[in-house]
Protein backbone atom coordinates (compact mmCIF):
# COMPACT_ATOMS: atom_id res chain seq x y z
CA UNK A 1 0.00 0.00 0.00
CA UNK A 2 1.05 3.53 -0.97
CA UNK A 3 0.85 6.38 1.30
CA UNK A 4 -1.66 7.98 -1.31
CA UNK A 5 -3.81 4.93 -0.92
CA UNK A 6 -3.40 4.89 2.83
CA UNK A 7 -4.31 8.85 2.68
CA UNK A 8 -7.38 8.20 0.64
CA UNK A 9 -8.86 5.12 2.46
CA UNK A 10 -8.50 7.68 5.52
CA UNK A 11 -10.14 10.43 4.19
CA UNK A 12 -13.02 7.84 3.00
CA UNK A 13 -13.37 6.54 6.64
CA UNK A 14 -13.35 10.24 7.87
CA UNK A 15 -16.66 10.94 5.20
CA UNK A 16 -18.54 8.40 6.55
CA UNK A 17 -19.74 8.99 9.51
CA UNK A 18 -20.47 12.73 8.42
CA UNK A 19 -22.60 10.86 5.74
CA UNK A 20 -24.47 9.09 8.78
CA UNK A 21 -25.02 12.56 10.69
CA UNK A 22 -26.06 13.69 7.65
CA UNK A 23 -29.08 11.48 6.23
CA UNK A 24 -30.90 12.71 10.12
CA UNK A 25 -30.62 16.41 9.03
CA UNK A 26 -32.35 14.93 5.86
CA UNK A 27 -36.11 15.20 7.31
CA UNK A 28 -36.11 19.27 8.07
CA UNK A 29 -33.88 19.73 4.54
CA UNK A 30 -37.22 17.81 3.24
CA UNK A 31 -39.59 20.61 4.79
CA UNK A 32 -37.58 23.07 3.66
CA UNK A 33 -37.56 21.90 0.37
CA UNK A 34 -41.59 21.35 0.49
CA UNK A 35 -41.90 24.92 1.44
CA UNK A 36 -39.15 26.06 -1.08
CA UNK A 37 -41.14 24.20 -3.70
CA UNK A 38 -44.23 25.91 -2.40
CA UNK A 39 -43.16 30.05 -1.79
CA UNK A 40 -41.33 28.57 -6.19
CA UNK A 41 -45.11 27.94 -6.74
CA UNK A 42 -45.88 31.76 -5.84
CA UNK A 43 -43.25 32.95 -8.68
CA UNK A 44 -43.95 30.64 -11.47
CA UNK A 45 -48.33 29.90 -10.80
CA UNK A 46 -49.36 32.33 -8.78
CA UNK A 47 -53.21 31.73 -9.20
CA UNK A 48 -52.25 28.17 -8.05
CA UNK A 49 -50.45 29.73 -4.59
CA UNK A 50 -53.15 32.13 -3.95
CA UNK A 51 -56.25 29.50 -4.66
CA UNK A 52 -53.90 27.07 -2.34
CA UNK A 53 -54.10 29.76 0.21
CA UNK A 54 -57.50 30.94 -0.39
CA UNK A 55 -58.60 26.92 -0.43
CA UNK A 56 -57.22 26.35 3.12
CA UNK A 57 -59.03 30.15 4.27
CA UNK A 58 -62.12 28.81 3.58
CA UNK A 59 -61.86 25.23 4.85
CA UNK A 60 -60.40 26.91 8.50
CA UNK A 61 -63.53 29.07 8.07
CA UNK A 62 -65.92 26.04 7.55
CA UNK A 63 -64.26 24.45 10.27
CA UNK A 64 -64.84 27.44 12.93
CA UNK A 65 -67.94 28.35 11.83
CA UNK A 66 -69.80 25.29 11.88
CA UNK A 67 -71.95 24.43 14.25
CA UNK A 68 -72.32 21.17 16.89
CA UNK A 69 -75.20 19.60 17.85
CA UNK A 70 -75.24 20.23 21.29
CA UNK A 71 -78.81 20.35 22.58
CA UNK A 72 -80.79 23.47 23.08
CA UNK A 73 -80.58 25.53 26.52
CA UNK A 74 -82.91 24.39 29.30
CA UNK A 75 -85.85 27.30 29.35
CA UNK A 76 -87.28 27.53 33.11
CA UNK A 77 -90.58 25.82 32.34
CA UNK A 78 -93.43 27.61 34.52
CA UNK A 79 -95.78 25.59 36.27
CA UNK A 80 -99.35 26.64 36.47
CA UNK A 81 -100.27 28.80 38.96
CA UNK A 82 -103.65 28.37 40.79
CA UNK A 83 -105.35 31.62 42.74
CA UNK A 84 -106.58 30.32 46.11
CA UNK A 85 -103.33 27.99 46.82
CA UNK A 86 -100.44 28.42 49.37
CA UNK A 87 -96.97 29.29 48.21
CA UNK A 88 -93.95 29.96 50.10
CA UNK A 89 -91.70 32.99 48.60
CA UNK A 90 -88.42 32.12 46.71
CA UNK A 91 -85.45 33.44 44.76
CA UNK A 92 -84.75 31.24 42.09
CA UNK A 93 -81.63 33.24 41.70
CA UNK A 94 -80.29 33.39 44.93
CA UNK A 95 -78.42 30.81 47.08
CA UNK A 96 -78.48 33.30 50.34
CA UNK A 97 -80.66 31.99 53.08
CA UNK A 98 -80.43 35.97 53.93
CA UNK A 99 -81.90 37.12 50.57
CA UNK A 100 -85.34 38.86 49.86
CA UNK A 101 -87.89 39.02 47.80
CA UNK A 102 -88.90 42.28 46.18
CA UNK A 103 -92.75 42.88 46.39
CA UNK A 104 -94.08 45.67 44.82
CA UNK A 105 -97.60 47.78 44.74
CA UNK A 106 -98.11 47.49 41.16
CA UNK A 107 -97.86 44.73 38.94
CA UNK A 108 -94.53 45.69 36.56
CA UNK A 109 -92.82 48.17 38.48
CA UNK A 110 -90.08 45.85 39.25
CA UNK A 111 -87.90 46.62 36.97
CA UNK A 112 -88.27 50.48 38.19
CA UNK A 113 -87.79 50.59 41.42
CA UNK A 114 -84.40 52.51 42.77
CA UNK A 115 -83.89 50.83 46.24
CA UNK A 116 -80.82 53.28 47.28
CA UNK A 117 -82.35 54.65 50.32
CA UNK A 118 -82.41 52.63 53.18
CA UNK A 119 -85.62 53.75 54.54
CA UNK A 120 -86.91 52.31 50.87
CA UNK A 121 -85.04 48.59 51.84
CA UNK A 122 -87.05 48.65 55.18
CA UNK A 123 -90.33 49.94 54.95
CA UNK A 124 -93.72 48.78 54.55
CA UNK A 125 -93.06 44.64 53.72
CA UNK A 126 -91.93 45.28 50.67
CA UNK A 127 -88.57 42.84 51.33
CA UNK A 128 -89.94 39.52 52.78
CA UNK A 129 -87.34 36.83 53.77
CA UNK A 130 -87.55 33.68 51.47
CA UNK A 131 -89.86 30.94 52.66
CA UNK A 132 -92.69 33.50 53.63
CA UNK A 133 -96.21 31.87 53.41
CA UNK A 134 -97.91 33.20 50.61
CA UNK A 135 -101.79 32.79 49.45
CA UNK A 136 -102.22 33.46 45.84
CA UNK A 137 -104.94 36.05 44.99
CA UNK A 138 -104.53 36.68 40.86
CA UNK A 139 -102.39 35.87 38.39
CA UNK A 140 -101.68 38.69 35.66
CA UNK A 141 -99.58 38.30 32.46
CA UNK A 142 -97.23 41.06 31.52
CA UNK A 143 -97.92 43.23 28.54
CA UNK A 144 -94.85 43.68 27.35
CA UNK A 145 -92.90 40.49 27.82
CA UNK A 146 -95.35 37.33 26.87
CA UNK A 147 -93.27 35.35 29.41
CA UNK A 148 -92.99 37.64 32.30
CA UNK A 149 -96.45 36.43 34.69
CA UNK A 150 -97.34 38.47 38.12
CA UNK A 151 -98.85 37.48 40.86
CA UNK A 152 -100.97 39.31 43.18
CA UNK A 153 -100.13 37.80 46.74
CA UNK A 154 -101.57 37.97 50.02
CA UNK A 155 -99.14 37.24 53.33
CA UNK A 156 -100.19 34.44 55.53
CA UNK A 157 -97.23 35.16 57.55
CA UNK A 158 -97.80 36.18 61.13
CA UNK A 159 -96.94 39.45 61.89
CA UNK A 160 -96.97 43.13 60.97
CA UNK A 161 -97.67 42.34 57.28
CA UNK A 162 -100.00 39.32 57.59
CA UNK A 163 -103.18 40.26 55.28
CA UNK A 164 -101.47 42.67 53.28
CA UNK A 165 -101.57 42.39 49.64
CA UNK A 166 -98.45 42.96 47.22
CA UNK A 167 -97.36 41.68 43.56
CA UNK A 168 -94.40 39.57 42.74
CA UNK A 169 -93.15 38.04 39.84
CA UNK A 170 -94.40 34.25 39.63
CA UNK A 171 -91.23 32.92 38.88
CA UNK A 172 -90.77 33.84 42.97
CA UNK A 173 -93.30 31.59 44.05
CA UNK A 174 -92.62 27.92 44.99
Not at 3 to 11: F, Y
Not at 30 to 50: C, H, I, Q, T
Not at 80 to 91: A, D, E, I, M
Request: proline fraction near 8%; glycine fraction near 6%; include cysteine.
Amino acid sequence: MSLDENTNETANQAEEPNQAAASPAAAPTAAGNALAGFLALKESNPKVFYGAIGGAAVVLLALMFSGGSDPKLPVHQQKPLVPGQSYVLKSPNTYDPNATVRLVSVPGSLAAYDDTEENDRDGSCKHMPMNTPVKLTQVQNDPTDKNLVWAEVEIAASGECQGRRAWTSSINLQ
